[in-house]
Each structure stands twice: as C-alpha cells, then as structure tokens.
T-cell receptor
Framework: ETGVTQSPTHLIKTRGQQVTLRCSSQ?????VSWYQQALGQGPQFIFQ???????GRGNFPPRFSGLQFPNYSSELNVNALELDDSALYLC?????????????FGPGTRLTVT | GDSVTQMEGPVTLSEEAFLTINCTYT??????LFWYVQYPGEGLQLLLK?????DKGSNKGFEATYRKETTSFHLEKGSVQVSDSAVYFC??????????FGTGTRLQVFP
C-alpha cells in the first residue's frame, strides 16, 4: 500500500508569484484535504476534495485554489503569494463517504516566500 | 465554532517519567477525537483516536480517554522514552470531514 506523497519537498518563491503543490493520495482513498501549518502552530484546514469536487473550504481567500484528478491525486495552487503564505503545506487522504474518520498525512511541502 | 485547546509546552521530562498532555475541546454534537504526532521535519502521524464517549484510544504505550462530561481527551504515557520527543497535536472532527487542531505541545525527553 502506497502512502501519501507530496512534491516538491521544499520551495522558495518571491512575493507576487504563483505556486502549485502536488499530492498523491494513498491507494484506495478518494478524498484529499489540504492544510496550512505556520511555524509553531497547528495545521489549519484549507479545503477538501471528494471525487473531484470541492467538499468544504476553510477561511482562506480565493487565491488559494485546488483540483482533484480522476486518479484522486490533487493540486493546491496559490496565486499572488504573500509573505504570510510561508508555511508547511500538508495534504491528507482518506476514504470519504464511507464513514471513515482517519486522515493520513503526507510529509508536507515547505514553502518559503521572500 | 468548534475548537481545541492544548496545554502549552514545552513539556520537559526525564526518560521513564509519566506523561500527561491536557486537551479540551468545544464542539456541537459528538465529534471524533484524535492525537497526532509530528517528529522534526516530518508530517503528521495518527497516534490514536476515539469516536464516542468513554472510548479509550491506545497505541505505542500512549492512551487517551474520550470524556464527554469534561470535554477532554488527555494524552498519557506511563514511561516516556527519548524517542517520544516530538510535537503532539490534539484534534477533533465534527460534522464535516475537516480536522480542527490545537496549537500543539512540544515534548522533550532527556536521558
């Protein structure tokens, strides 16, 4: 069974640029959730995708957007990067719609905005 | 809205000491409760969970009991090891499928 993978591991961008982060879900999972973890804080929910549709969104502006593909992998896109976007971005996969509560996290992508 | 409050760290212990990390929550309905652990430079790993009142989650010597009357889910371990040094996050999942996390508690265990 393949776990959750994320790419890239680290990324450095300049303020105003755009970035795309990628996540491959665990085999058999159809739901991907994205979280932002600022330094020294707990993860904050960005949004969730279930079977290619957005299924809930946290308190993040529209410049945070996402996609889920037919193989259930997912992308997080952030436009017009700001310094406060510097964080660890975590992706978690789960088997939604089946009453499962467990989300399995990837290792994260460390984004630094300068 | 739903929220989780954890004791602030760092918690510093000697090896083989008893560990308690307090966690309380606010939620409507009957959330599921979780403890996740984050080792340096890594993502989150699910440590244990409980889905209803009075359930006890346990794993790797860690335990936590879902106490609805006190809205708590305290993490305990009878004898910590240096390898337990990490950041521990308490989290809940309510009616939606999103996790709501506390701010985390750093545990440092010294030999």
């Amino acid at each position: 069974e393949t776990g959750v993978t994320q790419s890239p591991t680290h990324l450095i961008k300049t303020r105003g640029q755009q970035v795309t982060l990628r996540c491959s879900s665990q085999s058999g999972h159809n739901t991907v959730s994205w979280y932002q973890q600022a330094l020294g804080q707990g993860p904050q929910f960005i949004f969730q995708y279930y079977r290619e549709e957005e299924n809930g969104r946290g308190n993040f502006p529209p410049r945070f957007s996402g996609l889920q593909f037919p193989n259930y992998s997912s992308e997080l896109n952030v436009n017009a990067l700001e310094l406060d976007d510097s964080a660890l971005y975590l992706c978690a996969s789960s088997l939604g719609g089946e009453g499962s509560y467990e989300q399995y996290f990837g290792p994260g992508t460390r984004l630094t905005v300068t | 809205g739903d929220s989780v409050t954890q004791m602030e760290g760092p918690v510093t212990l000697s090896e083989e000491a008893f560990l308690t990390i307090n966690c309380t929550y606010t939620a409507t309905g009957y959330p599921s409760l979780f403890w996740y652990v984050q080792y340096p430079g890594e993502g989150l790993q699910l440590l244990l969970k409980a889905t209803k009142a009075d359930d006890k989650g346990s794993n790797k010597g860690f335990e936590a009991t879902y106490r609805k009357e006190t809205t708590s889910f305290h993490l305990e371990k009878g004898s910590v090891q240096v390898s337990d040094s990490a950041v521990y996050f308490c989290a809940l999942m309510g009616n939606t499928d999103k996790l709501i996390f506390g701010t985390g508690t750093r545990l440092q265990v010294f030999p």
